[in-house]
């Protein structure tokens, strides 16, 4: 099932079977929901890379079958928050070591 909503959040509803169990998932790309859009053309082309029907590759979490993935690309927050909380901490650790 393929449909879109406001603010332009593309939804892609399939299943697939792990280990003779089937799951349906609405997973996109990995990490917490579906990435929005600021456009109903940018949503538009996301969706349009699945086909009603069609037999694509989805990517099952190590450990928890009921959790797939279509895209392999994750958000970047995890690497930035990381880095500024690597300036944050090490920082006041720099200065103190320093002085």
Not at 37 to 61: F, K, L, P
């Amino acid at each position: 099932m393929l449909k879109l909503t406001r603010p332009y959040t593309p939804h892609v509803t399939y299943s697939y079977t792990y280990n003779g169990t089937e799951y349906t998932s609405d997973n996109i790309r990995p990490g917490i929901g579906t990435e929005a859009s600021d456009t109903r053309t940018a949503a538009e082309d996301r969706i349009d890379q699945y086909n009603v029907g069609e037999t694509t590759t989805a990517y099952v979490v190590q450990g928890s079958p009921s959790k797939s993935y279509l895209k392999k690309q994750s958000s970047p927050l995890p690497l930035i928050f990381g880095i500024l909380g690597l300036f944050l901490i090490g920082r006041p650790v720099y200065k103190s070591v320093a002085s």
